[in-house]
């Protein structure tokens, strides 16, 4: 009798013992390796729903990194000094590669660059809520160093333990180039505390607009938050959004009184809790921001469609030469 099997009497016997898993089985054994603090890789088994939730944070991230170079590019020929300038332009360098990593890290879960990036401009993926408000005055640059980095950091430093591998990783260069942001946009306060009256009014009035709109950058209170709870247990998130926005709280608030910044009524050290109370934020104009009423949501739209359109020849033009070098390597073998 014609067989295609080729398998000696062994080798079938031994087959025969094993079999394959159920889904529920899959599940459990994928769910033993994150109890175990074990890193998922892209070529593990990983259910359905961890793997489109982690595209959806991942590529939301990713856009954030990119929308948010935004803001501040359009301050580097308004810096103040050469020095400022420098520095200026490093950052926005660094957003852009922390997009790349992110892009990458979200591309071994299987969804291209392209795709993700389409959602981002037909405004299905969503970006951080933050970079639809406006950058008005120079104070604002450094206000975002200050505090939106700060919640960045606050909130990625746990991200570098996540489960999902190739996410964990590339969180763990992210934060030492958010932690030198931070430092340089502290720095450039400083710098405007020590000078005029009309400086330290732009300070003042800059934390009093980014001070709320960063701590929601946190999300929505526990209690409406849709992922947290399956993405704690999938170890994706490692504090809940509540937690880290109290910890970024009792970070910044020392922070802003050595500056000299006269601080919300709201906000008050609480004795027994030991920490800083702040009072409720105004989740009407989160939600608002985030299904896109923000001030500046259709410019920074309009600005990465425009910045897609005008990459085009640059994008064919390394294509063609990557595929003449490649058509040289071959003749030449
Ligand atoms: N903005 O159930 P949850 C940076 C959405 S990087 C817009 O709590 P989750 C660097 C959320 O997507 C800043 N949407 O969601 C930089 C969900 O909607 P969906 C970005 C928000 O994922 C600095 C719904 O609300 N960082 O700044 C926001 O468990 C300076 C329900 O929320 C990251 O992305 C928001 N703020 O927790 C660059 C970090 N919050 O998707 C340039 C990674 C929530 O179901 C200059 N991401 N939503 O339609 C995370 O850690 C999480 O995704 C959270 C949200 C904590 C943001």
Redesign the pocket.
């Known amino acids: 009798m014609y067989t295609t099997d080729l398998r000696t009497a062994e080798e079938k016997a031994k087959d025969a013992k094993l079999k394959v898993p159920t889904k529920e089985e899959g599940e459990e054994a994928f769910q033993a390796r994150i109890d175990a603090d074990e890193y998922i890789e892209p070529k593990d088994y990983m259910p359905d729903a961890y793997r489109k939730?982690l595209v959806?944070?991942?590529s939301?991230?990713a856009h954030?990194?990119i929308v948010?170079?935004l803001?501040?590019g359009g301050w580097v020929t308004r810096a103040p000094s050469l020095k400022r300038k420098i520095i200026l332009t490093a950052?926005v360098q660094d957003?852009a590669g922390?997009g790349l990593y992110l892009y990458s890290a979200a591309e071994t879960l299987g969804t291209s660059r392209e795709e993700m990036l389409n959602q981002l401009h037909s405004g299905k993926a969503?970006?951080?809520?933050?970079?639809n408000y406006p950058t008005t005055s120079w104070a604002d640059v450094c206000t975002?160093?200050w505090l939106?980095?700060g919640?960045?950091i606050t909130?990625?430093i746990p991200?570098c333990r996540c489960s999902y591998g190739p996410y964990a990783r590339a969180m763990i260069k992210v934060c030492k180039e958010?932690s030198f942001?931070q430092r340089q946009g502290y720095d450039g306060l400083l710098e405007m505390m020590k000078g005029t009256d009309a400086q330290k009014r732009m300070v003042q009035d800059s934390f009093d607009r980014w001070f709320w709109p960063s701590l929601?950058?946190?999300?929505?209170p526990d209690s409406?938050?849709?992922?947290?709870s399956q993405?704690m247990a999938w170890k994706i998130?490692r504090f809940s959004?509540d937690e880290?926005r109290q910890r970024f709280v009792d970070a910044t608030i020392p922070q802003a009184e050595f500056l000299g910044i006269k601080l919300p009524e709201q906000v008050k050290w609480n004795e027994e809790t030991k920490h800083y109370a702040f009072g409720e934020l105004d989740w009407d104009e989160?939600w608002a921001?985030?299904k896109g009423d923000g001030a500046c949501a259709s410019n920074r739209m309009d600005a990465r469609r425009k910045a897609i359109a005008d990459g085009k020849w640059v994008r064919e033009a390394a294509t063609a030469y990557a595929e003449k070098q490649r058509a040289a390597v071959r003749a030449a073998e």
Do not use: C
């Open positions: 939730t959806r944070q991942m939301q991230h954030s990194e948010g170079m803001p501040e950052k957003e922390h969503k970006y951080s809520t933050i970079f975002i160093g939106v980095d919640a960045a909130n990625q991200l958010e942001h929601m950058m946190f999300g929505p409406d938050s849709a992922h947290s993405n998130k959004n880290l989160f921001v985030v």
